[in-house]
């Protein structure tokens, strides 16, 4: 229904948002936020030369997955081992994720395993089977599905008593322990230079697509006294925000 409008540009939030408007239009431009590892999902050729109509910001890569899991081992007592949470069907650069999660684990000794759901019950059994382990840790991905379903994730950890990292603000807000995170404000700011350049008959291939340029670390001391953990003080000291 958008591609028969026949609009000038189209913008576009998310992978699947993408992945659907790709399928009906190669002409009209498309500008996209909130997308990991665009080059590895095909839409575009490169970051610095997209080709085609397909050009926007980049959300999270893998040195951030990385990054998430250094934050979730700071925490007193240790986490032992870690379950990536994320839903098959709305990631498809979970791989892309997973592989730097684990080069990341070899070496801090932490045990990490992927953890796909599909729905409410499946991450209600993965969550009870990880604490009934004991020591144990989610780092949730980025995605449609972990947004839509934070509500139950964030209630869930805090259910069985496991700390959680989480990719966006939001989740921290709402009782999430911790978040690494893209400033998803700045992202739509900088999205509308790029409307307005396209309006003003700019090429998307011609538009470079930007990686993330601000980051926001938010930690929850109120989920964190709940769990009974202690955050590494050097960790308070570098988050931008501490809900207390």
Same mark, same amino acid.
């Given at each position: 229904e958008?591609v028969?409008l026949?609009?000038?540009?189209?913008?576009a939030v998310?992978?699947p948002s993408?992945?659907?408007?790709r399928? +009906?239009?190669?002409? &009209?431009?498309? /500008?996209?936020? +909130?997308?990991a590892?665009p =080059?590895g999902q095909?839409f575009i050729?490169s970051l610095?030369h997209p080709g @085609?109509?397909i050009?926007g910001?980049t959300l999270?890569?893998a040195?951030m997955a990385?990054?998430?899991l250094?934050?979730?081992? +700071?925490?007193t007592?240790p986490v032992?081992? =870690?379950? /990536?949470?994320? *839903?098959?069907a709305?990631?498809?650069y979970a791989d892309?994720?997973?592989?730097a999660?684990e080069?990341?684990?070899?070496? &801090?000794?932490?045990?990490?395993?992927?953890?796909p759901? *599909?729905?409410?019950?499946? &991450?209600?059994? %993965? %969550?009870a089977?990880?604490?009934r382990? @004991?020591?144990?840790?989610?780092l949730?991905?980025?995605?449609?599905?972990?947004i839509v379903h934070?509500?139950? &994730?964030?209630?869930?950890a805090?259910?069985?008593?496991?700390?959680a990292v989480y990719p966006y603000?939001?989740?921290?807000?709402a009782?999430?322990?911790?978040s690494?995170?893209?400033?998803?404000n700045?992202?739509f700011?900088?999205?509308?230079?790029y409307v307005?350049?396209i309006?003003?008959?700019?090429?998307?291939a011609?538009?470079?697509v930007q990686?993330?340029?601000?980051?926001?670390?938010t930690?929850?001391?109120?989920?964190?006294k709940?769990l @009974?953990?202690?955050?590494?003080?050097?960790?308070?000291? *570098?988050?931008d925000?501490v809900i207390e």
């Amino acid at each position: 229904e958008l591609v028969a409008l026949g609009p000038e540009v189209l913008f576009a939030v998310g992978s699947p948002s993408v992945e659907a408007l790709r399928r +009906q239009t190669s002409t &009209i431009p498309i /500008v996209f936020v +909130q997308v990991a590892d665009p =080059v590895g999902q095909g839409f575009i050729a490169s970051l610095a030369h997209p080709g @085609g109509n397909i050009t926007g910001f980049t959300l999270y890569d893998a040195p951030m997955a990385s990054k998430w899991l250094g934050i979730l081992t +700071q925490v007193t007592p240790p986490v032992a081992r =870690v379950a /990536v949470l994320y *839903n098959p069907a709305t990631t498809p650069y979970a791989d892309v994720l997973l592989r730097a999660i684990e080069a990341a684990a070899s070496s &801090i000794a932490v045990a990490v395993r992927a953890a796909p759901v *599909n729905d409410d019950a499946e &991450i209600e059994a %993965m %969550m009870a089977g990880l604490a009934r382990e @004991g020591r144990g840790g989610v780092l949730v991905m980025p995605s449609a599905f972990t947004i839509v379903h934070r509500d139950t &994730i964030v209630a869930l950890a805090a259910r069985h008593r496991l700390p959680a990292v989480y990719p966006y603000r939001f989740y921290t807000a709402a009782g999430g322990l911790m978040s690494y995170s893209v400033d998803l404000n700045d992202q739509f700011r900088r999205s509308a230079d790029y409307v307005d350049r396209i309006l003003k008959h700019a090429k998307p291939a011609d538009l470079p697509v930007q990686l993330a340029a601000k980051f926001e670390l938010t930690v929850n001391l109120k989920t964190a006294k709940a769990l @009974g953990i202690t955050i590494a003080p050097s960790l308070l000291d *570098n988050a931008d925000e501490v809900i207390e």
